[in-house]
């Protein structure tokens, strides 16, 4: 579904943003070596370097077992995409709450590709 001007909405908000935070990665093939889905990384990229062009500040977040392919995909010669990774949130402690906490409250704008979250109730 799609409600009238929210994409609008959503662009104007990013193109607003001084820094933006990218969360991608999807673990969803546990049962192989490299357990992320394919698009969401790339993707993410294709909008970090997107971002960088306009003179804004980028993060790529994701998980562990998600990070070499997401730091791959950014290149070595990217050094202007900071990529940074967390455990599974069922590990997590109190560092890594304030890890994020920190993460989000340093970005003006928040993206999510691929990304798996909380469902609307």
Known sequence: ?????????????????????????????????????TDGPPGAVAIARACLQFGKQVTIATDDCNFG?????????????????????????DQEVESVRRLAEATDHIVAIERSGPGAG
Not at 1 to 29: Q, Y
């Open 1 to 37: 579904f799609c409600i009238t001007g929210e994409l609008m909405a959503a662009s104007m908000a990013l193109a607003k943003a001084k820094s933006v935070l990218i969360l991608t990665g999807f673990p969803c093939n546990m049962d192989y070596d490299q357990p992320q889905e």
């Open 69 to 93: 392919i997401v730091q791959a995909a950014v290149g070595v010669d990217d050094r202007d995409i900071q990529v940074v990774s967390f455990s599974a949130g069922d590990s997590w402690g």
